[in-house]
């Protein structure tokens, strides 16, 4: 079998890591192309996956993003074309012996082999392309109130893999009614289940593990489901910045693009990274997680580590239950943080990882192909 997927942003690297790998371990041929935004090439690289880079971010307005779908989606059919076409090698396969003498007649034309399936994680452009080549499809996401997007992908796609918490009347407005394919748990646990922490990555960003270490995500300010300023997060980064003069406390910001880590990084008080980092290993280390995002929040709560969340947007159903559950706080006010060492001893304040099977994801991803 022939897979193609497409990788648009950093969080998808990781989601799609395992089934990558257990593809290739069935014996199925992965073909990968990938978007150049935020870290997703640089991760791909650390991780060793081979893929061909496909077009670029083209800004957070709408009209831009538009205009970007439309390209990029143009230029995945033609890519997916010219592997078809490479695949198929010589078209003249028959032997050479026994030939008879005169003109020979012309070979049948054949259809180039195309793939069987292609898969992304809230990717609109392979949708689309998928749709234009009529290949079957499935797309992956869960945050369910990215409108633009679900709209897109929701309608085009063949499954629709979404968590359990998500209630199925939100989803099929955007025209996922039949199509859902839900499994158990956060995303997190699934390809975070061989995962285990790698304590290089503090000595890699000079880490003193005898004092406080907190790591902060940056909120998605191109997302056009996050549009605002965020001023809660903000008083965070003032509070971090203070608290590493009186206290020592050692922070860790990992922005989500070129210009928010240029703005950072001269910034006292902060530690920002110049290029991606094992920053899984890095959250199972911290004492605590502060997120604007989504990714990020989840694998704290998957790894064990006390989170807050500064998302300001409308919350998505998964946060809304690991909030219920006691396993997400939101924040309301910077004065609220415990920046102290935590106690990791025996599963400190009940939270517990949580493992679960990659290969549940990959059937739900396949399930088109089924008959």
């Known amino acids: 079998m022939r897979v193609w997927i497409d990788l648009t942003n950093s969080p998808h690297v990781l989601v799609m890591r395992p089934v990558i790998e257990a593809l290739r371990e069935d014996g199925h041929e992965v073909r990968v192309t990938a978007r150049d935004f935020a870290q997703t090439l640089e991760l791909l690289d650390r991780l060793e996956i081979a893929h061909t880079a496909i077009g670029r971010h083209r800004g957070e307005r709408l009209t831009a993003k538009a205009a970007g779908l439309a390209s990029r989606s143009a230029a995945l059919v033609r890519w997916a074309r010219s592997e078809a076409r490479a695949s198929d090698g010589h078209t003249d396969r028959r032997p050479t012996h026994s030939r008879p003498i005169g003109p020979r007649p012309p070979l049948p034309r054949r259809p180039f082999p195309r793939f069987d399936i292609a898969l992304g994680h809230g990717s609109n452009d392979v949708s689309v392309a998928a749709r234009l080549l009529r290949i079957p499809c499935s797309t992956t996401f869960d945050y369910e109130w990215a409108a633009a997007q679900h709209h897109v992908n929701c309608r085009l796609a063949q499954a629709v893999v979404v968590p359990d918490a998500i209630p199925p009347e939100r989803l099929e407005r955007y025209g996922a009614r039949g199509k859902m394919r839900t499994y158990e748990g956060l995303k997190e646990e699934y390809y975070l289940a061989d995962f285990e922490p790698d304590p290089a990555v503090l000595a890699q960003l000079e880490i003193d593990r005898a004092r406080p270490l907190v790591v902060v995500r940056t909120p998605p300010a191109v997302s056009l489901y996050h549009r605002f300023e965020n001023d809660l997060f903000a008083d965070v980064l003032a509070r971090l910045r203070e608290t590493a003069r009186s206290d020592g406390v050692q922070s860790v910001v990992l922005p989500r693009t070129a210009a928010q880590r240029t703005q950072l990084s001269g910034a006292p008080g902060f530690t920002v990274p110049e290029r991606a980092i094992d920053a899984q290993s890095l959250i199972a280390f911290a004492d605590l997680v502060i997120s604007a995002g989504g990714t990020m929040n989840r694998e704290a709560v998957a790894l064990g580590t006390p989170v807050y969340t500064t998302f300001e947007g409308r919350l998505g159903a998964v946060d809304e239950r690991l909030i219920a559950e006691g396993?997400?706080?939101?924040?309301?006010?910077?004065?609220?943080?415990?920046?102290?060492?935590?106690?990791?001893?025996?599963?400190?304040g009940g939270l517990s990882r949580i493992r679960r099977d990659p290969r549940r994801l990959l059937e739900l991803l396949l399930s088109p192909l089924l008959p």
Request: hydrophobic residues 45%; charged residues 40%.
């Open 327 to 348: 396993r997400l706080r939101k924040l309301a006010d910077a004065g609220q943080l415990d920046l102290a060492k935590r106690d990791r001893s025996a599963v400190a």
